[in-house]
Each structure stands twice: as structure tokens, then as C-alpha cells.
């Protein structure tokens, strides 16, 4: 009797850290890629992901949707997400310098679609008391020097747009208990153009294929989701993601 007990208590420890709270809006995969995403993201053994996509596929939704999953549950190994993105305007150099406001006014700027879809996920009170309270924090990738990110979930989006100098500053910063989701296309690629070869992404999706812990994922332009006129204009600018080399 006291052994079932027992079974029965540690029965419900399990599905209590493994429940989402009901704040969470519950995920509807639009697309057999994005539950594909979602699991590998999921993978205890996936400490770095490095995820290719075009415009439109959800690659930012699911991993937002994924991090603030993982971080609230009972006895996660995660304090709190970091967002981090490139100072890049479309077309353009970095820019940070150039823009009105404080340091974290020019962070928030680059960080606006985020917080809108954090906003969907867990609506816009917990959004702004996980800002608050620091379980969620926003970065740009210039100011990662020095930096202890341990016990943190880290999503590098529109990664593209770094060098590797910037994306090696970040990989030097982990920790055994740090998740690192770097994403990109380098179709969009304003920093470096044509000349995509150049950019941080590219260079850590060649360098790290055979290194434990790294898992990949690559999204086609089949996976965008966009509204149906929005996927129709992306066609016509020939998206060439599908063809970019990248194995």
C-alpha cells in the first residue's frame, strides 16, 4: 500500500513538471515542419539548434513558444529567456548608434516582433511582468561581452546579419546549462548581401556539423504560412533559401 503511495506521488511530480500553465495559449502546428522544430528544440540532448528558414515558416513562434514552455516549468534548469537580435536595419549597416532613447529603448525597438508574439503566447500582462521580473530579457548581439549566461534560454534570431567574430563572442559565453537557438535565412542576408558566406550563420552551420550537443533544422519555402497573398509576393522576389547550400 505505502509502495503505491509512493508510485502514485511520484506519478504526479512528473506531471506537474511537465504541465503547461494555463497562461500559455496551447500551440497549433501549422505545419508537420514546425512540430518537427518544436521537438528537436525539445531534445534534452539539443543544447544549440541552428534553424534555416524563410520568412513566414514560424521559426520565431515556436522557438518563443518552446523557451517560455521549458522556462516555467517546476524545477527547469532555466532562470530566465534572453532574446537576442542584430542591430541591422533592412539594407543597412548596424545602426544602434544612430537611434533616439536609451540603450534598452534601442534594444526594445529591435526586438518589437518578439515581444508581439510573446504577447500572443502568454498574452500582454505576463509579458510585461516577465520583463519586469527578469524571466525575460532582451538583447543585442554588439553587447555580449562579459556576459554569464548560464541557466538561460537564449534564441539568436535573424542571425543572418552577425559575423563570426559576434557569433563566436556568443558561443564562448555558454554554459552546460544553457539552450542556444540561433536562427536565420540567409536569403535576407543585409549585412553581407550575395555574399552570404561572410555572415556568422553561415559559418557555424558549416563549422559545428560535427559537434555534439548541435542539432539543425531547415525550413522550405513549401513551409511558409504567411497569408495567402504575402506568399504569393515572397515567390516573386525568387527566394532563393532552398537553394542555398546548406547540408
Not at 120 to 145: C, L, P, S, W, Y
Not at 203 to 213: C, H
Amino acid at each position: 500500500m505505502k509502495g503505491d503511495i509512493q508510485v502514485l506521488k511520484s506519478y504526479r511530480r512528473k506531471i506537474l513538471a511537465n504541465s503547461i500553465p494555463k497562461f500559455i495559449r496551447p500551440i497549433e502546428f501549422q505545419t508537420e515542419s514546425q512540430k518537427t522544430y518544436y521537438d528537436i528544440i525539445g531534445e534534452d540532448k539539443s543544447q544549440i539548434v541552428l534553424c534555416h528558414g524563410m520568412a513566414g515558416t514560424g521559426k520565431t513562434f515556436i522557438s518563443l513558444q518552446k523557451a517560455i514552455e521549458d522556462i516555467v516549468k517546476r524545477g527547469s534548469p532555466y532562470s530566465k529567456l534572453c532574446v537576442i537580435n542584430p542591430t541591422v536595419d533592412v539594407g543597412k549597416e548596424d545602426a544602434l548608434g544612430f537611434l533616439p532613447g536609451t540603450l534598452m529603448d534601442k534594444i526594445t525597438l529591435y526586438n518589437e516582433s518578439a515581444i508581439w508574439i510573446l504577447n500572443q503566447i502568454i498574452g500582454k500582462a505576463h509579458t510585461k511582468k516577465f520583463i519586469e521580473d527578469g524571466k525575460i530579457e532582451f538583447r543585442v548581439i554588439n553587447h555580449m561581452r562579459g556576459l554569464n549566461l548560464d541557466h538561460m534560454y537564449i534564441i539568436l534570431d535573424e542571425a543572418q546579419n552577425i559575423s563570426p567574430l559576434q557569433v563566436k563572442t556568443l558561443l564562448t559565453r555558454i554554459h552546460d546549462n544553457t539552450k542556444l537557438i540561433i536562427q536565420g535565412d540567409l536569403s535576407q542576408c543585409d549585412k553581407y548581401g550575395p555574399h552570404y558566406i561572410k555572415s556568422g550563420f553561415y559559418d557555424i552551420w558549416e563549422r559545428l556539423k560535427e559537434v555534439e550537443g548541435v542539432r539543425y533544422m531547415q525550413f522550405t519555402r513549401e513551409d511558409c504560412v504567411r497569408s495567402g497573398i504575402v506568399s504569393r509576393i515572397l515567390q516573386t522576389y525568387n527566394y532563393n533559401g532552398d537553394s542555398i547550400e546548406l547540408k
